[in-house]
């Protein structure tokens, strides 16, 4: 466990489902992050989080929706994926010095649109 | 963006053998941190260097952060079968937000028994 739990660890969903990622820290940080890593390609940032407000969106798809209802809690609403979307999403935290002190990230959830 | 460079892509090795692999940057990083991601799992860090020219060590793992500030390398020492793995440099780049990370593209370590 590195006090960084993410939910739930596989998802398949159809292109017209709904469905939520959760993450949650036990640490006390106060920003939290959304990557996506595809096969062979680079960790991607989605989305920064610092004190539960939105520092950062990198031109993610509108399909994909944060949401940040405190510093432990991070949610990524999907809905009307595309099978290009199947990939492991991983959330992270970091404390009050950002990421000096470098990032906790969770076990992540692979994710498989069909 | 900022670009890492990381090299090699991949490595087979026996065990026993002993490992290096290297980040390069275009511009100037203020921290170098090295991670391992475990299959189905997430990168968990091993590294972090703070200082121009500093050298770490963790168990068989040693580090350092580059007198140009646009480098970085990670050794392994006498690879055992559970060194198996991908492994990530990133960085906080000068002059960036704190908030962000940088990460290489990965390189892929294979022990063979």
């Known amino acids: 466990e590195t006090g960084v739990t993410q939910t739930p660890r596989h998802l398949v969903m159809g292109m017209t489902n709904k469905k939520s990622l959760k993450c949650e820290q036990h640490l006390g940080h106060n920003a939290m992050y959304w990557y996506k890593q595809s096969a062979k390609k680079p960790l991607e940032l989605m989305f920064v989080?610092?004190?539960?407000?939105?520092?950062e969106n990198n031109s993610v798809p509108s399909r994909f929706s944060p949401e940040c209802p405190n510093s432990s809690h991070l949610f990524l609403h999907l809905h009307t994926l595309q099978p290009e979307d199947s990939a492991l999403y991983l959330c992270a935290s970091s404390g009050g010095r950002g990421a000096v002190y470098g990032y906790t990230f969770g076990s992540g959830t692979r994710l498989t649109v069909v | 963006g900022q670009q890492l460079n990381q090299s090699p892509q991949s490595m087979f090795i026996q065990e026993g053998e002993d490992v290096s692999m290297n980040c390069t940057s275009s511009?100037?990083?203020?921290?170098w941190l090295w991670y391992k991601q475990d299959p189905g799992e997430g990168p968990v860090l091993l590294i972090a260097?703070?200082?121009?020219?500093e050298l770490t060590s963790n168990g068989r793992l040693t580090a350092q952060f580059g007198i140009t500030r646009k480098d970085s390398f990670l050794n392994i020492s006498a690879s055992i079968p559970s060194d198996v793995g991908i492994y990530f440099c990133a960085g906080i780049n000068s002059g960036g937000s704190n908030y962000k990370l940088t990460f290489g593209k990965g390189t892929l370590l294979t022990v063979n028994p």
């Open positions: 989080y610092n004190f539960k407000e939105q520092t």
């Open positions: 260097l703070y200082k121009a020219g």
């Open positions: 511009s100037i990083f203020n921290t």
